[in-house]
């Protein structure tokens, strides 16, 4: 006696996963569901940046005191070389040329630390990626998040250096706030185009330190860009100026230093700020997302 046909009998394998509810096991949600995973694992985000700040400088006998210590002994440095040396203040006053400088290094940093979390985060942490099931987002944001950390405790630092040289604490100190949003924005946006970029070549760790150190050279870190350019066409200032890491640098210097007027931004700079920020964090974020079940394989 023969038995009876299986209602599935005929029916592919797309079919008779849809019919059960199945799905591809590691499958990239949509981008709303995503976004709603990502928030759910908030708490775990918060933690792992937390924990990673902690761990950061364990083995060093000074500890934290290193994430204030390395950017004010890299502006030493560039004030030696570029303030003493070559004359990159050309003609900007003491009281104004050290905090212009140290500002420029510590908000510097803080993108380039971002960047250089995040072409690491997915091939550095590659058996966190295999081991467990969460949005691979959550950690180049929380890497960015440890930067911003870090920022917030030198930024005790900067103010005490920009008290020294007679810039008191005024109203315009009120944008530092809107400052770091933006700018934490778009370094976790960039985070996640070098996270993506980083899972596929991890030779681009090697090469990053170069692109980021021909960024801060471009950046007007160490001297003002259209001073310093005075004498160059008008075009290249012009490009500088409207790059994003010099775009956060000068409103940072703007809302901290007494005597860093408005006459040293670009037109338009807070709406220029503000698309820098939304263009790369969302762009960024859907760039990483859509190759969401390709990360931890091969």
């Known amino acids: 006696m023969s038995a009876p046909p299986s ?3 005929g029916l592919s394998a797309a079919d008779l996963a849809a019919k059960y509810g199945l799905a591809v096991s590691g499958a990239r949600p949509g981008l709303v569901e995503y976004v709603r995973q990502l928030w759910g694992r908030r708490h775990f985000i918060l933690a792992f940046s937390q924990a990673k700040l902690t761990a ?5 006998k000074l500890g934290q005191l290193w994430q204030v210590a390395t950017p004010l002994l890299n502006a030493l440095v560039y004030f030696l070389i570029f303030g003493l040396i070559l004359g ?3 003609g900007m006053p003491q009281e ?3 905090p212009f400088l140290v500002t420029g ?6 993108t380039q630390s971002s960047v250089m979390a995040g072409v690491r985060a997915i091939a550095g942490n590659l058996g966190l990626v295999r081991a467990l099931h969460f949005p691979r987002a959550a ?3 929380s890497f960015s998040l440890q930067q911003l950390q870090q920022l917030l405790f030198s930024m005790i630092v900067l103010f005490v250096v920009a008290v020294s040289f007679g810039s008191y604490p005024r109203l315009s100190w009120v944008l530092i706030v809107p400052v770091l949003v933006l700018q934490f924005l778009f370094n976790t946006g960039l ?8 899972a596929k070549t991890p030779d681009l760790a090697q090469l990053m330190p170069f692109v980021m150190r021909t960024w801060m050279y471009g950046s007007g870190v160490m001297f003002s860009i259209p001073v310093m350019l005075e004498d160059k066409p008008a075009w290249i200032a012009d490009v500088l100026q409207w790059n994003p890491a010099a775009i956060y640098m000068d409103l940072m210097r703007f809302a901290l230093i007494d005597g860093y007027g408005s006459e040293n931004l670009p037109p338009h700079v807070w709406a220029v700020a503000g698309g820098w920020a939304v263009l790369v964090a969302v762009g960024g974020f859907v760039y990483f997302w859509k190759a969401e ?6």
């Open 105 to 110: 290094v510590f908000v510097f940093t803080f």
């Open 96 to 98: 104004v040329y050290i």
């Open 191 to 198: 985070a996640m185009i070098m996270a993506r970029m980083g």
């Open 139 to 141: 950690l180049p944001i």
């Open 293 to 298: 079940e390709r990360y931890g394989r091969g």
């Open 56 to 60: 950061q400088y364990s083995q060093a």
């Open 7 to 9: 209602p599935d009998e």
């Open 88 to 90: 990159a203040d050309r």
